[in-house]
């Protein structure tokens, strides 16, 4: 801690040494110097609590005139915390509003009678509030990193967008001499980004990079400057403290955001926890951005995947088409000219097939099915579903009464594909269809279906399923379309039990 406190005095020629003196007699250490650049430098030198000079000092370019008041445009600009009291041997009103434009601590006319006793009361408000000044000016120069690094990470469109935006907002700053944004590979710190914008530079210091990754902490680091020796292109040159923040994000490492300063009074707890919050928003804007990227490939995906179902339906369909309606023709003309109960059966399955090519061009052009709900007859549709099917021996049976909510086509369609999957994977049997209480439910004797199964209804296909994993597939769709659950239960006998359950039913007829 230093014995007392430290003043400047900017002296110019007909300054009053008188002053001089009386603020050292009032225990004050007064550092005398001539012109701004002498102050300049003795900046650098002294650990300094208030600067004390007069309009009429020497300017850099040797001029005279009003030198004081370059003095606090560099002061202004460089150490804005400084106090600086205008101890003026005029008392001119257009300089005091020239001095407190720049933001300057006091003014003290040096021709009044009570000038010195005025000066040492500016001095030593100065000195009181020098403290205050500078945590003021930290936080000011804090909230503007956060704010500059903030617009960063909002205009910023990808990760390296973001690492490349956020570390050259802060080695731009005043406070910083340079930042970076690494990632570790083998205990070794890998440069992503680099704040000067410099092509590449070589890490003499990793140990804090390393240490803030690997431990998921802050770490604040003391650099030895003549660690990099001759190397002018290492990430340290000039630079004495280091800040390294882990860029972490709901568990995942984005890598490390490093922050070096030129100087040691720096990094203290409150910096650390505003960096804190930095490296957590820097995190959550990459983890953003990726995952915004990855929907956006997803999204790209699935439109290209979209145009493909489009072009294949409208092969089908132009495949299908064409010799489905030379049949329709053929079968109209026999019916005319015999009158046979077959010709409607096949008729009824040429509108059916009609029917599934006009829902397959459908759901290419619209991406699924569109439904349209109304009362139906459970029992009709399961009859009409029946006949598109070939029986080959089996049997069904209908008990079912209730009049449901549903698109009659769809419907239509699920049955079809449940007896087609119980004509096809199982052996001869009865189909029974029952009425629940809250849907309805399709038996058979035996479906080798595998009831444990996590996803039977997963649209699947291999050559020794025979088509099962498809018939399921439709089977989910349709019922999904309705908002309807499904399920396959064991039932006893052996039987395998379609559920289907939140089927709505026709509000009652008021009486």
């Not at 030198?45 to 850099?60: G, K, Q």
């Not at 040797?62 to 003095?71: N, S």
């Not at 500016?122 to 000011?140: C, E, L, W, Y």
């Not at 922050?259 to 957590?280: L, N, S």
Request: with cysteine; glycine share 6%.
């Amino acid at each position: 801690m230093k014995p007392q406190p430290t003043v400047l005095f900017v002296r110019s020629p007909r300054q009053d040494r008188a002053a001089i003196s009386m603020l050292r007699d009032s225990g004050l250490t007064v550092r005398e110097f001539d012109g701004v650049r002498d102050l300049e430098r003795a900046l650098d030198e002294y650990d300094t609590d208030c600067v004390v000079t007069n309009c009429e000092v020497e300017n850099p370019d040797g001029t005279q005139y009003l030198g004081g008041l370059t003095l606090l445009d560099r002061l202004q600009r460089e150490q804005p915390e400084l106090p600086v009291i205008l101890f003026a041997e005029v008392t001119n009103g257009d300089i005091a509003r020239e001095a407190y434009s720049r933001d300057v601590f006091g003014y003290v006319p040096s021709t009044v009678s009570d000038a010195h006793q005025r000066l040492l009361a500016q001095v030593d408000a100065a000195v009181a509030s020098s403290p205050a000044r500078q945590r003021a000016n930290k936080r000011k120069h804090l909230n503007e990193a956060v704010r500059l690094v903030n617009q960063a990470l909002i205009r910023s469109q990808s990760r390296m967008d973001i690492e490349r935006d956020v570390t050259a907002v802060l080695a731009g700053t005043d406070r910083y001499s340079e930042a970076c944004t690494v990632t570790c590979q083998h205990d070794r710190p890998v440069v992503r980004a680099l704040g000067s914008q410099r092509d590449s530079v070589t890490i003499t210091a990793p140990e804090p990079l390393v240490r803030a990754e690997s431990e998921d902490r802050l770490v604040v680091a003391d650099i030895d400057p003549t660690a990099s020796g001759d190397d002018t292109n290492a990430l340290e040159t000039d630079c004495v403290r280091a800040l390294a923040v882990p860029l972490v994000y709901d568990g995942t490492s984005y890598g490390v955001l490093g922050v070096y300063a030129d100087r040691v009074d720096i990094f203290d707890t409150e910096e650390q926890d505003t960096f804190r919050e930095v490296g957590h928003n820097i995190a959550l804007a990459i983890d953003a951005s990726q995952t915004k990227n990855a929907l956006q490939q997803r999204t790209t995906e699935l439109e290209q995947q979209k145009e493909r179902l489009r072009e294949l339906a409208q092969i089908i369909s132009h495949e299908l088409r064409n010799p489905l309606q030379a049949a329709m023709g053929r079968v109209d003309l026999l019916a005319a000219e015999h009158a046979a109960e077959e010709f409607d059966a096949i008729q009824r399955s040429h509108t059916r097939m009609s029917f599934l090519i006009d829902d397959l061009m459908e759901i290419a052009r619209q991406g699924g099915r569109q439904y349209t709900v109304e009362p139906v007859t459970l029992s009709d549709v399961m009859a009409d579903a029946w006949t598109t099917v070939n029986t080959d021996g089996s049997t069904i049976e209908i008990d079912c009464t209730e009049t449901i909510l549903a698109d009659s086509s769809r419907l239509c369609q699920l049955a079809e594909n449940f007896f087609r999957l119980a004509m096809e994977q199982g052996d001869t049997g009865k189909i029974t269809i029952i009425d629940t209480a809250d849907g309805f439910a399709f038996e058979h004797d035996s479906i080798p279906v595998a009831v444990e199964n996590e996803g039977p209804f997963e649209l699947y296909y291999a050559s020794s399923d025979e088509g099962v994993g498809l018939h399921l597939a439709v089977i989910r769709e349709i019922a999904q379309g309705h908002g309807w659950e499904i399920g396959f239960s064991n039932e006893p006998m052996g039987r395998v039990r379609l559920n289907v359950a939140g089927v709505e039913r026709p509000s009652a007829e008021p009486t």
